[in-house]
């Protein structure tokens, strides 16, 4: 039956963005090898519809220890779920219409993340991770298959952290639930999705001085002065919030060729089904909310207006966005000189309404999309692909997002390397173009923002290397600077970048190494350290007769100094600055991880080198946490 499934599955496979343009082919088998195998005898894999290689769940403990939030370049406000900052420059080059909220986007489930499982037996895992000043987060996930081609699954995952400084908590609830299903003759597919996601943080403003963090008498941090006062015991007077609820839902009928043959026995009659081409159906949308409070508004916070704060209770800004898109397509085989190459082309449309103390728009964005992909079939071999997706009508007029690729993978023992080039064309995000509160308002026309980037990687699994190096041309870069205006960058930003991993192993002990070299223009918007590292270096060994599996040693972070953006409360996100250069010592943390059977944990200790310092400084005005004991315990649970 397996032969039977794999002959049969269709799934999309496309790296755009919404769902709408995807890749089309036959699910190999080559995930026999990546199946994840209890002791109970279930094998369970997943896949997204953005990557529809099957993978196996990570059950590994090698980083189990780090924050399962966030990228191992992202930088937060000192406090677990806060807003964060990645030193990896990694552009959005989606070509839809956003509110413009890229800090929060590393706490939000992502439909280009969802999740399809497929599970022999009802499976639920279990992780809590708890530390230093109640700090606490939980993950839920539950999935069976109702049918062998039917599967649920539910994903919770609740952040709650009060954190080291004043008035900084942060309280997090994020829910997917997915669904997969296959019928029984192999003809028709769904793919289905419902995600939610609340954010919820409150705004301190950062300390009010570095000096506190040098004086014992602030050992206790929540004793340091701090820019926003509270109205309560327990909250800041700022505070933003954030809620999105998305909804997809891709179906697919494949026409092909059908017929039936008898086992060896000739006990069993098995139905087989070739797909030569489908009709693709894809609906998503999303509805979002983003509103900014400060009931106790103070002039020197808002210096910049002539307002009289007496007057009013509170200064709030206010939110909507929503999309709702539909996108149609053809899928099949195209043969050229005696390759088949996987084809797709269609159309699809989006609605979207914005609404805030500003506006109330609706617009009609019609859009026409398209991808040819050659496969590699075994190694050796090329493969090719290309995307494109195009709007020609409504408020994203002219946006486009481009990709070409080629690849070869050399040989088990030469590795894998990929070249291509991607480019992109943005309309400025609307808490660029259009932001008001009860107070002010500001209206701004920007031209469209190109990205280019050429790029290209080469990963060698025996030798345990990745290397990727990307070139982008950035013309009129949308930022906001110091005074929190909203501008455009008139010149063309240039930046290199080279990342570098490497594992070294020996014996039980283990080096691995994340290299990341930057190189842009001085004094433009995009400010980056020059060379960032992370390191861990550990022992790993099974003991007590190999029961019990342990990694155990020191993680290591450092960047070179640079100019490291200002975070704004008032727009839920970074601004440039170029006054005060960041330059922290490396950070540390003594980790020691382990695992029996089904139960994995991790005891870690952080900001090491706060024995012998002061607390780093993450952004201006905001320091890093105190040194922090964390406990995370992760539970597998098998039906």
């Not at 439909?111 to 009802?122: A, E, G, V």
């Not at 941090?221 to 933003?240: A, C, Q």
């Not at 040989?411 to 660029?432: E, R």
């Not at 190494?513 to 918007?525: D, E, H, R, S, V």
Request: proline share 3%.
């Amino acid at each position: 039956m397996n032969s039977l499934k794999s002959s049969a599955q269709l799934f999309s496979n496309g790296a755009a963005n919404n769902g709408s343009i995807s890749t089309q082919k036959i699910i190999s088998d080559s995930s026999k090898k990546k199946q994840f195998t209890t002791d109970d005898k279930v094998k369970i894999n997943y896949y997204t519809l953005y990557d529809t290689a099957k993978k196996s769940i990570d059950t590994s403990i090698q980083f189990l220890h780090r924050n399962p939030l966030q990228s191992i370049w992202h930088v937060d406000l000192g406090n677990t779920g806060s807003s964060a900052f990645s030193l990896c420059f990694t552009p959005d080059m989606n070509p839809s219409m956003q509110l413009g909220l890229d800090a929060i986007k590393p706490l939000l489930f992502e439909q280009k993340d969802i999740k399809f499982y497929n599970t022999t037996r009802p499976f639920t895992d279990i992780y809590y991770r708890n530390g230093s000043k109640a700090d606490q987060l939980i993950s839920l996930l539950h999935t069976q298959n109702i049918t062998p081609d039917w599967n649920v699954s539910v994903n919770y995952r609740k952040i709650n952290s009060p954190g080291f400084y004043k008035w900084q908590k942060t309280n997090h609830d994020n829910l997917a639930l997915s669904s997969q299903y296959l019928s029984n003759n192999k003809r028709y597919s769904v793919n289905a999705a419902m995600l939610y996601n609340k954010l919820q943080q409150d705004e301190n403003g950062g300390i009010t001085s570095y000096e506190y963090l040098f004086s014992s008498a602030y050992n206790d941090k929540r004793l340091i002065p701090v820019n926003f006062e509270n109205i309560s015991i327990n909250r800041s007077s700022v505070s933003n919030y954030y809620r999105n609820v998305s909804l997809l839902l891709q179906q697919q009928y494949f026409f092909g060729k059908k017929d039936s043959i008898f086992n060896i026995d000739s006990t069993e009659k098995i139905y087989n089904f070739k797909p030569v081409f489908s009709v693709k159906h894809s609906f998503y949308s999303q509805h979002n909310y983003y509103r900014f409070k400060d009931v106790q508004p103070d002039t020197s916070d808002y210096n910049w207006l002539a307002n009289d704060f007496e007057a009013r209770d509170s200064l709030f800004s206010t939110n909507f966005h929503t999309q709702i898109g539909n996108a149609f397509s053809l899928n099949g085989d195209v043969r050229l000189k005696g390759k088949v190459m996987q084809a797709e082309v269609g159309y699809g449309i989006e609605v979207e309404h914005v609404k805030s103390i500003l506006l109330n728009n609706q617009y009609f964005n019609n859009f026409i999309f398209g991808r040819i992909e050659k496969p590699s079939q075994s190694d050796r071999e090329w493969l090719y692909r290309a995307d494109l997706k195009l709007y020609f009508t409504g408020n994203t007029i002219g946006n486009f997002l481009m990709n070409a690729q080629a690849g070869r993978n050399m040989g088990n023992q030469l590795g894998t390397f990929l070249i291509g080039f991607n480019q992109s064309l943005q309309t400025a995000p609307y808490t660029f173009s259009n932001y008001a509160t009860n107070y002010f308002s500001t209206s701004n026309s920007f031209a469209k923002q190109s990205i280019s980037d050429l790029f290209l990687s080469y990963k060698n699994v025996p030798y345990k290397t990745n290397l990727t190096f990307h070139y982008y041309l950035i013309g009129n870069y949308f930022y906001r600077d110091t005074n929190l205006t909203a501008l455009q960058y008139a010149s063309v930003i240039p930046l290199f970048q080279l990342q570098f991993n490497k594992t070294f192993q020996y014996k039980t002990i283990a080096f691995d190494n994340q290299l990341l070299i930057q190189k842009t223009t001085a004094f433009n918007p995009i400010q980056l350290p020059i060379w960032a590292s992370r390191h861990r270096l550990a022992y790993q060994n099974k003991i007590f007769k190999r029961k019990l599996s342990i990694s155990t040693g020191f993680d290591m972070r450092y960047n070179t100094p640079y100019f490291a953006s200002d975070y704004a409360p008032l727009y839920f996100g970074f601004v440039s600055q170029y006054q005060y250069k960041i330059n922290n010592i490396p950070e540390f943390t003594y980790f020691f991880n382990f695992n029996v059977k089904r139960f994995r944990a991790s005891i870690a200790f952080d900001q090491l080198q706060q024995l012998f310092t002061r607390n780093n400084i993450n952004f201006p005005n905001y320091a890093a946490q105190n040194m922090a004991l964390r406990f995370g315990l992760h539970w597998i649970f098998v039906n």
